[in-house]
């Protein structure tokens, strides 16, 4: 089990730009809301819980993904794959992009595991909407390079009722081998806009060897892995142009959506 201790969460806040209020009540009900309903999702490699949650008079529900339910994979550690979502939250918000609902660790009905703020999906997603929220798909395409992910399902990208585009599932992240797989290969061979590699700029400055997001990671992801992810800042900032797509199936996850 991760242990953050108060002046790492703290540190870790002020990097945020956009901290909000309404996020720390959603992130007291993830880590202590009491569980008052839970049912299995069916769909999946791994099991997947839809929790209801309760902390005074506030209640959300959650996706919860328990250790002990993860299926093994013989390129990624057994039992980290909750770790990683969470990491792949904090890089979310450590850009500012927001992309990532908030996922936090704690013990649940099954144990350890990962919990994830649940998104009412609109219906509507990647593809039909990509240039309808251009920006917002190339703020994904981009992550998606930053933490390796290797699995960015079309069915990964939901835009909330409130027209927010989110992405999910990043158990496949933070590899130290090149692993990306995505649908996303819209923006190939272009360059990146400048806003984008300004945030990719700051967090870069954020990940010296004694800043408190590198201690934060610490808690979800190897050294080595770390040392990649920044070995993947440095390139995509030396070089600001989205990855070129070989037409290799061997780039895209299956079943793509």
């Not at 839809?50 to 550690?77: C, H, Q, V």
Request: some cysteine; proline content about 7%; hydrophobic content about 40%.
């Amino acid at each position: 089990m991760a242990v953050i201790s108060r002046e790492q969460e703290r540190d870790f806040q002020n990097l945020l730009p956009d901290y909000k209020d309404n996020m720390a009540r959603i992130v007291a009900l993830l880590r202590e809301g009491e569980i008052t309903g839970r049912r299995m999702l069916p769909r999946g490699s791994n099991n997947v819980f839809l929790l209801s949650l309760r902390k005074n008079d506030n209640t959300m529900w959650a996706i919860y993904k328990p250790r002990r339910g993860e299926a093994p994979l013989w390129d990624f550690p057994d039992g980290t794959l909750y770790r990683r979502e969470v990491a792949a939250y904090r890089i979310s918000q450590a850009l500012g992009w927001h992309l990532v609902p908030p996922t936090e660790i704690r013990e649940g009905p099954y144990g350890i595991g990962v919990v994830q703020q649940f998104v009412t999906n609109s219906g509507r997603g990647y593809p039909d909407q990509v240039w309808k929220h251009i920006l917002e798909f190339k703020r994904m395409a981009i992550f998606d390079v930053l933490v390796n992910n290797a699995d960015r399902k079309a069915g990964h990208c939901i835009i909330g009722e409130d027209g927010h585009v989110w992405g999910i599932d990043h158990g496949l992240t933070f590899n130290v081998m090149p692993k990306l797989r995505t649908v996303i290969w819209d923006f190939s061979g272009q360059p990146i806009p400048g806003d984008l590699t300004a945030d990719l700029h700051r967090m870069y400055k954020q990940m010296d060897g004694k800043s408190s997001l590198r201690n934060m990671l610490l808690n979800f992801i190897t050294v080595n892995e770390i040392d990649a992810l920044d070995r993947r800042l440095r390139m995509i900032i030396k070089r600001p142009v989205f990855p070129v797509w070989s037409g290799s199936y061997h780039s895209i996850p299956w079943p793509p959506y």
